[in-house]
């Protein structure tokens, strides 16, 4: 099949997908695009918002749709590693057996992420890096394609553990989960206080991902819009010659160089689910946000100011 089929064959896959997610999902509408983006660009996503706004459904809903594997765990504060990873055991031979934990499958919904140690958290991001992880001095291979969707609660802070930057940084997209308007909030009332039950289809199976997945990577770039955003990143760092003002002012740290890689692979992924064939300067600028809110520090006049991170990134750009 030819590339160009296979973007109109993504495009329609695409819309199928969330037409199917919003039998369930009413409204979040660029919640679910963000999401839907990190998975065809093969990247892992964090989705921060206070309880209650349907983040555990939103990533259920979209596992159940892409015909995956799913677990979900809860992080909590004793969670170790060997809870996630597996654990070797001493079967009746009396040799040692390796025990798969709950990491092992294509979607990883890693509920309440800051919740639990730095140690557990570590053992996390070796699995979101290598696609693999190491028991016992062997290395075993996850399941592809494998995502990490985490959420995290912003507002209650009394026994978290803050992500560190290195982690941070291993997440595509950092998705602000807002609440819903008026008119979404009764339509969520309205369908979830009855006995309906909705049956969702599988839409596009696990080798059809990874083809797309491949897809992405072979869409050509211009040399204009590889430009553009390895300038926007560099703009973010204090000890850059184009650094403008709203930098030095406001932040005291900027983005890597992970984060021209992530902008640059989700411009090829927001053109080809719009039916282009190649980004343009216009489709960086689209998910700039999501990319660059989790990897630039913010300092402190910036918040006695009241300048969001989203206000400094639309100056920037």
Known sequence: MSDTLAIENLVKHYQELKTEIHKVIVGQ?????????????????????????AKTLLVNTIAQTLGLTFNRIQFTPDLMPSDIIGAEILDENRSFKFIKGPLFSNIILADEINRTPPKTQSALLEAMQERSVTAGGTNYKLPAPFFVLATQNP???????????????????????????????????????TNQVITLNPII???????????????????????????????????????????KDYLTWGAGPRASQYLILGAKTHAAINGKFSPDIEDVRLIAKPILRHRLVRNYRAEAEGYSMDKIIEELL
């Open 29 to 53: 509408e660029e919640v679910v695009d963000q999401v839907l983006i990190s998975i065809f660009s093969k990247g892992h996503c964090l989705l921060v918002g206070v309880p209650g706004l």
């Open 155 to 193: 507002i209650e802070q009394e026994g978290t553990y803050p992500l560190p930057e290195a982690q941070l940084d291993r997440f595509m997209f950092n998705v602000w989960v807002d609440y819903p308007s008026f008119a979404e909030e009764m339509a969520i009332v309205k369908s979830t206080t």
């Open 205 to 247: 199976s696990g080798d059809e991902i990874m083809a797309y997945q491949d897809l992405i990577r072979r869409i050509p770039v211009a040399d204009n819009v590889l430009e553009y955003a390895v300038k926007l990143v560099a703009r973010t760092r204090l000890n850059d010659a184009s650094a403008p003002k709203i930098t």
